[in-house]
């Protein structure tokens, strides 16, 4: 109930390419759905979060799609570059924390 | 603006030995505190967390505890490491949505 699932586990997308990285949840009093990228030795950053009200919200290159009666939620980067190659995390904001996905590693190929 | 402190960056410790590590939080009152942990090329595993001073709640059963002795003061510590006390360790702040992670310590137990 708590879960968060995150796939895939790995990416690895030439430069220009759109990567598409998916989490599906169960608990329906989720409220609010974040997006972290984390870069080898630091910690996670926020990169963008959507609430469940909205179906769609995008911030220059990164855009999140939020299905609510499928229960799930997306991340598609548009015209990715080698420098977005970086662990992505989705998560779930439940009762007083946080709910991590198990992380996708992405790869963008010069 | 919001600041997290966290250090050390790199802890080699031998098993057995004790742990402290500390958190802080500048810039902002009354935040929620986490601790996690990230096992190489894995997810986020929340260990501990905070929603005020004295108030710890634990996620997992394990060799190590945490305590909030201030406000914007979060302390994770053992008494005797183990092996499988290696790991990324992550202090987050939490103010109504978004969680901001410190830059980790990463702790080598030998």
């Known amino acids: 109930q708590q879960q968060v699932k995150q796939s895939p586990q790995s990416l690895i997308v030439q430069k220009g390419g759109i990567p598409i990285i998916n989490c599906a949840y169960e608990n329906t009093a989720f409220d609010y759905f974040p997006w972290y990228q984390q870069f080898p030795g630091k910690g996670p950053a926020l990169l963008i979060a959507?609430?469940?009200?909205?179906s769609e919200k995008k911030e220059g290159r990164f855009t999140i799609s939020f299905n609510k009666s499928a229960k799930q939620f997306s991340l598609h980067i548009m015209d990715s570059q080698p420098g977005d190659s970086a662990t992505y995390f989705c998560?779930?904001?439940?009762?007083?924390?946080?709910?991590f996905g198990q992380g996708t590693r992405l790869t963008i190929n010069p | 603006s919001q600041t997290i402190h966290q250090w050390p960056a790199t802890l080699v410790q031998p098993v057995g030995s004790p742990l402290s590590l500390e958190c802080t939080v500048e810039g902002t009152s009354n935040p929620n505190l986490y601790w996690y942990r990230q096992a190489a090329g894995r997810g986020l595993q929340l260990l501990f967390y905070?929603?005020?001073?004295?108030?710890i709640s634990s996620e997992v059963p394990q060799n190590l505890s945490a305590s909030r002795p201030q406000d914007r003061q979060f302390i994770l510590s053992s008494k005797k490491l183990l092996l499988s006390d290696s790991g990324f360790y992550l202090c987050?702040?939490?103010?109504?949505?978004?969680?901001?992670f410190g830059q980790g310590t990463r702790l080598t137990v030998v």
């Open positions: 987050a702040w939490q103010q109504n949505t978004e969680a901001f």
């Open positions: 998560a779930a904001r439940g009762a007083q924390k946080l709910v």
């Open positions: 959507i609430r469940p009200d909205v």
């Open positions: 905070s929603v005020g001073i004295g108030q």
